[in-house]
Each structure stands twice: as C-alpha cells, then as structure tokens.
C-alpha cells in the first residue's frame, strides 16, 4: 500500500471499529502529512499496518515536547480548528513514528501518538511488542523526554546514568551550573551552584 | 500473516544450567574491540553466552538539544561528530532534511558532487571496516594498515576539498560550500582507476583464508523477518538477502540516473557482511565513473540561498540518506524560528544494536566481538 496517509486512514478506519484518529496536514514545502492515533488505538493500529498494510520497518520514533498545545496544531494542522481548544492548556508530549516498507518504494507514512499531559499522564502504550526496532529508541524516549511506555519489558534509561533524575529533552530542562560538580567546589561555581541549588535540609 | 518479535530474555538461562554458576563479564568499555567506549554486560555459562546487555552513553552528549539551541547552519559541522568517520554522508542526510524543511532546489553540479562524495564516503567506511573486522580477529596491525593505507589516499582528496581530513563540514542548504579545487577531478579518475586494485588485493588475501571462514560462517545470522522487525538496515540487512537499499527504494539526490546493482546475501552471517561490503564498494566505484563522467558545469550552490537569518516556515520534515552504515535520517521541526523546533538523528548504529543480544545468545564470547565487529558501529553516533 502506498504511504499516502489519506488512503492508510481509510483503510484503518474500514479495520478498526470506532477507531480515533485523524489527518494531520504538514503546512511546510516538505508536505508529510501524518496520522494523529488516539493512544488507546495505537497497538491495533500498528498491527494492522505491519500485517495488512505492508509496513514491516518501523524505523523512526522521535519525541517532541510541545508545552504549547497550539504550535502543536500549528506543525501539524488538523482538519477542524475547533480540535484544538479540547487539549490541556499544559501541553503534551508527542512521539511521531516513521514507518517503512521493505516491500514498496517511496516515503514512510508518518504516525503520531500525544499524552495526556506533560506531569504525571505521560504513557503511551509500547509497540515493541510489535516492532522490536522501538526496544531501544522507546528507551531514549523515556530516558530524554520522560514518556512512560506501558508494557516496555525493561524500560530503563539507556543514555544517562541511571542515578540522573530529569529529562533533558524537554523544554522546560535547565542545564546544572557545573558538570563536574564536585562535593568542594568553590569560588564561582560555588556560589552559582548556591544560587540555583539551595542545599537541602 | 506475520507474527510478533520473539520477546527477549525469554530463556536467559540455557536449560540445564545452574544459575549459580554463571560467569559474569563486563566487556568494555575500555577495551580494543568495542570500537569506541562501549560496554557488554555478558553472562556465561562456560564459554557460552546466556545474556548480553548493552550499555552505551558514554559519549553522551545530547547532540539534539544542542542543535536545537544554535542555527539550522550551526549544526552543520556538528553531524560531521555524530559518525565521524563518514562525516559527508551525515552533512548530506542534514542538508537534505533542511531542503526539504524549506523548499530549497539543488542545482545540478552540487548534487553530482554531493554523489562523489557520498559515494567516496562510503569506500571510506567500509575499507576502515575491512581493516577493524580483521583486526578484530586477530589480524592485528597488518590488514589495519593496507585497509587505511587506502583509506588515507580517500581522505587526501577531502583534505584538499574541505580543508579537513574527517570533519569535513563541507555541504551547505541547497549545495556545497566550494566547488572542486584545480585538479581535483583528474586525481580523482585516477584513484577510482587504482581503488580495484586494493579491492582485488584485499578480496584475495581475505576469500580463501582458513581462519576468517572458521571465525565469520555461520555465525551470529538470524532470520530476515527478525531483521526486518528489529529495524536493522544497510549492509547487515542486505547480507539477510532483503532488497531495501534507499538509493533504489525512497531515491534522493540524483540517485534515480545512474546503473547500479544492490548486492545480496543469503545466509546473514557475518562472511556475508563482510563481501557485501566489498560488492558495495564495487558498485559505488561504478556509481563515481559515472557521476565523474556526468559531472556539469554551473554552480556549486543555489546562488538565491539565504545564509543570513534563515528561518524555515512552520511544518515537519524527516529526509533520510543510505549511509554506510544504514538508514540515517534526520527528523525536523520549523516553528518558524531561526533554531530547529525539534531536531532528531536517526542513528543508524544505534537501532542496529537491537538485535545484537539475539545474535550472540548461545554463541561464544569471542564470537561476541566478530559479531559486534561485523554491526560496524560508531560511537559518536550511538551516544549522540
């Protein structure tokens, strides 16, 4: 099947009974418009395009932090404006996947899945049961972002050391003062590190 | 109908095994056949491998917030890091997303340069390849130094086109950022002329020997559906047999107008990753007879390009480029701004560790390095 994300949906929405999911156009010369999937749609969705659709290459999971629900809707437009003021005003995160074809030429269909919110709904359910090829990039994403992936076998971070504690990728991240913070720093880096970091009780 | 990936760590302990009794190693990340700092967390039982984790962000350094934080051009020399040793393929995976981001039209000459350069790229990665395998095995020194002897007469030509031996930080939005010194095309018929000679050279020395079969057949193959669902792409997937190289399947660039074959394994294991390399060179040597042979005259660069506030409009784009290693593609976003929304490597590297636990799960340990050998990863790119 080709990667035209219209013909897909058709096909998705004639599979899946009461299926949430719609077009989302890309404003931009590039003109990749994508697919926004309801999370709880997600892993049937993925099913159906790897067993019925062709797409047997998942290559591609990248996140994006959107603290601004309407530049969302700006990068990739909905059909109907009035989508947009049903989202939280906090934001969400978003994981945009690019899916493949070993079988057919031409582009990767592009699919998008967003959470609740940016505090404490951050899950999306795993497809590595799926793809195995988002095992590690679903750990990323965890790792950077802070998305929680239900029923990732061994979700844990896999670029930062396991004892760091934020996500790095996300908007709102402040970098520490000093890298290589030491227990006796001193001169600036001390009284930086004071300013942003009071000591704790 | 195709059915789900084996969930891993489904057997991590061979039966019949005491658990008690299992051997566990840290390999790496300080050690000569990780290819940079890397680490394997492998339990054994005897000599066998039972479990094998991967650990990597050693060279951590958040590649895509930084990029976010500076100018789409200010990344530029950055990619040449991510796999630093086929940085032009990088430039071009970059260059090309942020074309597509913009709408940004190449003209003719650049993009036959961009090809030369690609495909250059590409005898580099895999001659150094050649080189690291077999040291890997045990070859040491030797088969290092005729691999880089020639890969040193590629870099030359860099040298003296981008001013840098590796980072090259040579393609710009909409073409390159110099045109092909005096010269520089007749030097390079000639190493095209000579490069058969090493491959036949190295092809001799390498298809016969005792050890390189005894070490590489059979060993650390897995069934090209398991591939395919693992996201392996590149060379590791086409010795599977998988006909799915970007050149022919998605084309980019000019990509569309030249003749050329896409090498097949059968079996996957890594003696077929290591010929299809060099059926891959042959090829790109063909794809660089014709490209030189077609090379236009006129600009090296879009001359109506804006390097001074360059701003994308509003929208997404992921471009993506074969490299030698795989499919590495870059996935951007443009709120309108100077800086990328959102910027993402795909590592091709990185994904194909995937399945490495599957490959060496009841294999030796020393296999463990051949099979690590034969994924050909980068460091720089895995960590990011």
Redesign the interface.
């Known amino acids: 099947m080709s990667a035209d994300p219209a013909v897909v949906l058709e096909s998705l929405r004639a599979a899946i009974v009461g299926l949430r999911a719609d077009l989302r156009r890309?404003?931009?010369?590039?003109a990749?418009h994508s697919i926004l999937v309801d999370p709880d749609h997600l892993l049937p969705v993925m099913r159906h395009l790897?067993?019925h659709c062709g797409f047997?290459?998942?290559?591609?999971l990248?996140?994006?932090d959107w603290p601004d629900p309407k530049?969302a809707d700006?990068?990739?437009v909905p059909d109907d404006a009035g989508d947009a003021a049903v989202r939280a005003a906090g934001g969400f995160l978003e994981v945009?996947y690019?899916l493949?074809s070993?079988k057919t030429?031409?582009?990767?269909l592009?699919l998008r899945a967003r959470t609740a919110d940016r505090s404490d709904q951050v899950s999306i359910p795993s497809v590595?049961?799926?793809?195995?090829?988002?095992?590690?990039?679903e750990r990323e994403l965890f790792d950077?972002f802070g998305i929680h992936f239900t029923g990732h076998?061994?979700l844990r971070?896999?670029?930062?050391?396991d004892a760091f504690e934020d996500h790095?990728?996300r908007k709102d991240?402040v970098a520490p003062d000093d890298y290589e913070y030491e227990p006796t720093p001193h001169g600036d880096v001390l009284e930086k590190a004071r300013k942003h970091d009071p000591p704790k009780p | 109908?195709?059915s789900?990936?084996p969930?891993?760590?489904s057997s991590p302990v061979l039966e019949g095994t005491d658990e008690d009794q299992l051997l566990r190693v840290s390999l790496g990340p300080q050690h000569p056949s990780t290819h940079g700092v890397f680490r394997m967390n492998v339990e054994l039982d005897g000599e066998t491998v039972v479990k094998l984790k991967p650990v990597?962000?050693y060279l951590?350094r958040?590649h895509?917030?930084i990029a976010e934080t500076t100018g789409y051009l200010g990344s530029m020399p950055y990619t040449d890091r991510l796999d630093y040793i086929c940085p032009l393929s990088n430039n071009w995976a970059y260059a090309l997303s942020v074309e597509?981001?913009?709408?940004i039209e190449v003209p003719e000459r650049a993009q036959h340069m961009r090809v030369i350069l690609a495909e250059l790229t590409r005898l580099v990665n895999h001659t150094a390849f050649m080189g690291f395998i077999l040291a890997d095995m045990g070859a040491w020194g030797s088969a290092l130094m005729y691999a880089f002897r020639e890969r040193e007469k590629i870099l030359d030509l860099f040298e003296d086109l981008t001013g840098a031996r590796m980072m090259a930080n040579f393609m710009r939005f909409g073409g390159c950022r110099n045109d092909f010194p005096d010269g520089w095309d007749a030097r390079l018929r000639t190493l095209i002329d000579h490069y058969p000679h090493f491959l036949d050279e190295m092809e001799e020395f390498l298809l016969g020997n005792e050890i390189l079969l005894a070490r590489t057949r059979d060993v650390g193959a897995l069934p090209k559906e398991?591939l395919?669902?693992?996201?392996?792409?590149g060379p590791m997937?086409r010795a599977a047999g998988?006909?799915?190289d970007l050149r022919?399947?998605?084309p980019y660039g000019i990509y569309d107008r030249f003749s050329f074959r896409i090498p097949l394994g059968e079996v996957g294991d890594c003696y077929d990753r290591i010929m299809i390399r060099f059926l891959e060179m042959r090829e790109s040597l063909g794809i660089l007879k014709q490209a030189a042979a077609a090379l236009p005259g006129g600009d090296f660069v879009n001359p109506k390009i804006k390097i001074r506030n360059f701003k994308?409009?509003?929208?997404?784009?992921?471009a993506?480029v074969e490299g030698p290693k795989g499919?590495l593609?870059f996935?951007l976003?443009?709120?309108g701004g100077p800086n990328p929304?959102?910027y993402?490597v795909?590592p091709p590297s990185?994904?194909n560790?995937?399945?490495l636990e599957d490959m060496c799960l009841g294999l030796d340990l020393a296999d463990v390095v051949i099979i690590l050998g034969s994924i050909d990863i980068v460091l720089g790119e895995v960590?990011?």
Do not use: C
């Not at chain 1, 890309?26 to 590039?30: C, E, I, L, Q, R």
């Not at chain 1, 047997?56 to 591609?60: A, G, M, S, Y």
């Not at chain 1, 971070?157 to 050391?161: E, F, K, N, S």
């Open positions: 890309n404003p931009g010369p590039a990749q790897r067993d047997d290459l998942l290559t591609n990248a996140g994006i530049l700006a990068v990739a945009v690019h493949d070993t030429r031409g582009a990767p592009v590595v049961g799926v793809f195995r090829s988002a095992e590690f990039q950077l076998p061994d971070r896999i670029l930062m050391w790095p990728m991240y | 109908m195709i789900d990936p969930i891993f760590n990597f962000g951590h958040n895509e917030k597509k981001l913009a709408g398991s395919i669902n693992g996201g392996v792409t997937l998988v006909n799915h022919k399947a998605d994308p409009p509003v929208g997404e784009s992921y993506r499919e593609g996935y976003v443009s709120d929304y959102r993402r795909r990185f994904i560790l995937t399945l960590d990011r």
